[in-house]
């Protein structure tokens, strides 16, 4: 039987020719246009970071320092040297008049974290806020916020209790500070491990709910 005129079915040969001919026709139309060359070569680079991004070994998880336990308090000027960029690395914050030593949270708190600005600081009036705002290096007494920011304090509060380790109280403007015994410090040093041994298998709470309760409040 004779073979139709056009026939579809190329051979093989044919085939491979058609398709470095589109192949060439591609890459010169490319060539032939800036506008193309430019558009290839930011696919290029995106391309390239993907797959880097993807080969790039697992981020090396932050060592927590293990840093001797404090206990004693603080007074705001003392607590301005714990930011996280002292020798030691150490973080303290305040919140409701308490201090907590955050530097096992110092992807938060540490430098470049997310919330830095509380680093070292009394971040009771931003929390309340809830604003991410470094608090002055004067004490602040709170005494002008509402039962509601007061509030959403408390309950920041129990998020740092529950998280972290409590140091001491943060210090009025004259007062003096508590002279804690080894026998309070050895008890207060049980409770932290317990707690810090708790801390990553607990459901980490997100500040979502706090934003949404401070929307309704
Ligand atoms: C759109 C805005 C925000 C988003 C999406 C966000 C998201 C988050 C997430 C996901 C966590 C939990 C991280 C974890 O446990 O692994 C967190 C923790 C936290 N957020 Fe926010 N946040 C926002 C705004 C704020 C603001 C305005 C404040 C200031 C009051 C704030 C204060 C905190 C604090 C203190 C923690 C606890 C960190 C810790 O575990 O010590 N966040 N946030």
């Known amino acids: 039987m004779a073979e139709k005129s056009g026939s579809p079915a190329a051979t093989a040969p044919e085939q491979q020719q058609q398709q470095s001919q589109f192949l060439s026709d591609f890459i010169a139309e490319i060539v032939k246009n800036p506008l193309n060359l430019a558009l290839v070569g930011v696919i290029a680079i995106l391309v390239y970071k993907i797959v880097k991004s993807r080969t790039r070994p697992e981020e090396t998880i932050q060592e927590v320092k293990k840093l001797p336990k404090l206990r004693r308090d603080f007074t705001i000027e003392e607590l301005t040297k714990y930011d996280g960029k002292g020798p030691d690395g150490r ?8 201090v907590y030593d955050v530097t096992r949270g110092a992807r938060f708190y540490g430098p470049g974290g997310p919330y830095e600005a ?3 600081r009394d971040a ?3 929390l309340a806020r ?5 608090a002055t290096d004067k004490y602040d007494d709170l005494s002008d916020l ?9 309950e920041w509060e129990e998020q740092f209790k529950e998280r972290y380790d409590y140091v001491g109280k943060l210090l009025k403007p004259g007062e003096a500070p508590t002279n804690y015994s080894d026998e309070e410090d050895e008890g207060s040093q049980r409770e932290t491990e317990t707690k810090s041994e708790s801390y990553d298998a607990e459901k980490k709470a997100d500040c979502n709910e706090a934003a949404e309760k401070s929307k309704s409040d």
Request: hydrophobic content about 45%.
């Open 91 to 98: 973080i303290l914050v305040a919140v409701n008049g308490s």
């Open 146 to 154: 509402n039962t509601t920011e007061m509030n959403s304090i408390k």
């Open 118 to 120: 509380f680093g070292g």
């Open 130 to 134: 809830f604003e991410v705002v470094a």
């Open 124 to 126: 009771s009036r931003a």
